[in-house]
C-alpha cells in the first residue's frame, strides 16, 4: 500500500546516550503516534512527536516508534514515519485536514500497534478509536488543544458548547488521557474523563542554551540600538496568541523596548516598535534568535502549556506570560513576571516591572529551572512508564485511573 521514499531531514533533537529501560517496564512493543497537527509550519505537537522519536531511539530502542501523519500522498517515508494524503487547508500554513476515516483506519490497522497515541479528537483521533477496537489494542489520548475555547474565540460564544460536547464525548472514549498541564486537566475533569493523569511537556536544553545567544550580532543585523529591551515571541499567527495585545503593550511603552515576532508577525501590521522575522525551520537558528534576546512575552491565558515559554527559559530568558492558563504553571516571580491580566495595559505594566528588576538573577534562575525540571527524558520516561502500566491491564475493560 504504501511506496517506499527516502526520509526527510527533520528538525535537530540532541539527547544523552541510552540507558536501559527501568526493570519491569513492558519492552518489544510498537507505538503509534496519529495527529493532523503534523505540518512543515507546525508547532508544539509537531516537536514533542519528533523529540519522542530521538529519544525512543536512543534510551528505548526496544520500543517500534511509528508517526501516522497527514501528507501529499499516502506512503511510508522511511521505517518510523506513514504519511496519509490529505488536502491542504486554505491559508493553514501548511495543515492538512483529512477526510477519510475509512482510509486512516485501514491503514492504523495495517501497521498493528501494540498501543496507539492520538494528538486530537478529529479523523485521526477516531479512526486510532476504531482501529484500537477492532485490533483490541488500547488508545491513549493526549490533550494538545482546547477545541471549545478555540472554537468561541474564531466562530462565537454560540459554537462553544457543542464543540465541548463533542469534545467531552471523544475524550471519554479514550482508554486513558493525558494532559500537559493542571488547567488542561481541570477541562477535562469538567467534561466527565476519568481516566487521566497530567504529564507535562519538555525541552531540549542542550539545543536551547544562553552559549548560543549573541545579542550585539542580533541587534546589529535588526539595525537596534545597544540600549534596547528586546522582547521575543516565536510561534503561528494565530488568534489566540493574542498578537495584537502583545504589539499595543510595547507600543504603549516605547523606547527602548522592542518586539521581535518570530513566525507569529505575519497579519501584524506595522509599528516601529516591532520586528517580524520568517518562520525559522533551522532550530539552531531559531535557539540561537531567542538566546539572542532580553526576555519572552507571551499572551495567551488560554494555552494549555506553552512549549516557547519553556525553550526561552532553557535559553535563559525571563519570561513575562499570564496569571492563569498552562503558561502560570511553568513561571512565577523567580523566573519571570506574571500579568495581571493580557490587556496590553496589563502586559506593559508586567513587562516594565520585570526590567526593574535583576535580569541576570531571573535568567541564570530560568535556566536552572529548565534544566532540572523539563528535560524531554522526564516527559518521555513518565509516558512510556504509562504505555507499559496500561499494557499491563486489560485495556479494554479499561485500566486503572493514573494520576500524576
Given at each position: ?333 523567580t523566573v519571570g513576571q506574571r500579568a495581571r491580566n493580557v490587556e496590553p495595559a496589563g502586559l506593559a505594566e508586567a513587562i516594565e516591572a520585570l526590567f526593574a528588576r535583576d535580569l541576570g538573577e531571573l535568567s541564570a534562575a530560568a535556566r536552572r529551572r529548565a534544566e532540572t525540571r523539563h528535560g524531554w527524558a522526564a516527559t518521555f520516561e513518565g509516558l512510556t512508564r504509562l504505555y507499559s502500566q496500561i499494557l499491563g491491564t486489560n485495556a479494554r475493560n479499561r485500566p486503572l485511573a493514573l494520576t500524576a
Amino acid at each position: 500500500m504504501f511506496d517506499a521514499v527516502a526520509p526527510q531531514p527533520e528538525n535537530l533533537i540532541r539527547l544523552d546516550p541510552a540507558d536501559t529501560p527501568a526493570f519491569g517496564e513492558a519492552q518489544g512493543f510498537h507505538l503509534i503516534d496519529t495527529t493532523m497537527m503534523y505540518a512543515p509550519k507546525s508547532g508544539g505537537v509537531k516537536r514533542y512527536l519528533l523529540a519522542k522519536r530521538a529519544w525512543l531511539d536512543l534510551r528505548r530502542p526496544d520500543i517500534r516508534h511509528t508517526l501516522v501523519v497527514p501528507g501529499a500522498r499516502t506512503e511510508a517515508q522511511g521505517s518510523n514515519l506513514v504519511t496519509i494524503a490529505a488536502a491542504r487547508l486554505p491559508f493553514g500554513d501548511g495543515y492538512r485536514m483529512p477526510a477519510s476515516l475509512t482510509k486512516w483506519e485501514t491503514v492504523i490497522r495495517m501497521l498493528e500497534p501494540d498501543i496507539i497515541e492520538a494528538g486530537d479528537v478529529f479523523v485521526p483521533g477516531h479512526a486510532a478509536l476504531e482501529a484500537g477496537e477492532a485490533l483490541g489494542v488500547p488508545v491513549v489520548g493526549f490533550c494538545h488543544t482546547d477545541a471549545a475555547t478555540l472554537a468561541a474565540l474564531h466562530f462565537g460564544e454560540w459554537a462553544e458548547a457543542p464543540t465541548f460536547n463533542f469534545w467531552a464525548q471523544a475524550y471519554q472514549r479514550f482508554d486513558h488521557v493525558v494532559a500537559p498541564s493542571r488547567h488542561m486537566a481541570n477541562r477535562l475533569q469538567e467534561a466527565g474523563v476519568e481516566r487521566m493523569s497530567v504529564q507535562q511537556l519538555g525541552v531540549d536544553t542542550d539545543l536551547f542554551h544562553p552559549s548560543r545567544g549573541d545579542r550585539a550580532k542580533l541587534l546589529k543585523r535588526l539595525g537596534l540600538a545597544a540600549d534596547t529591551r528586546l522582547l521575543v515571541f516565536a510561534g503561528r499567527p494565530a488568534r489566540e496568541k493574542n498578537i495584537d495585545a502583545m504589539v499595543a503593550a510595547v507600543e504603549r511603552l516605547g523606547a527602548p523596548y522592542k518586539l521581535l515576532l518570530v513566525g507569529a508577525g505575519k497579519d501584524v501590521g506595522y509599528s516601529p516598535n516591532v520586528i517580524c522575522l520568517d518562520y525559522e525551520r533551522d532550530p539552531v537558528k531559531l535557539a540561537g534568535l531567542i538566546a539572542s534576546c532580553d526576555a519572552c512575552l507571551h499572551a495567551n491565558e488560554n494555552e494549555i502549556f506553552g512549549l516557547v515559554v519553556l525553550e526561552a527559559m532553557a535559553a535563559g530568558l525571563p519570561v513575562v506570560g499570564p496569571g492563569k492558563g498552562g503558561v502560570s504553571e511553568l513561571i512565577d516571580e523567580t523566573v519571570g513576571q506574571r500579568a495581571r491580566n493580557v490587556e496590553p495595559a496589563g502586559l506593559a505594566e508586567a513587562i516594565e516591572a520585570l526590567f526593574a528588576r535583576d535580569l541576570g538573577e531571573l535568567s541564570a534562575a530560568a535556566r536552572r529551572r529548565a534544566e532540572t525540571r523539563h528535560g524531554w527524558a522526564a516527559t518521555f520516561e513518565g509516558l512510556t512508564r504509562l504505555y507499559s502500566q496500561i499494557l499491563g491491564t486489560n485495556a479494554r475493560n479499561r485500566p486503572l485511573a493514573l494520576t500524576a
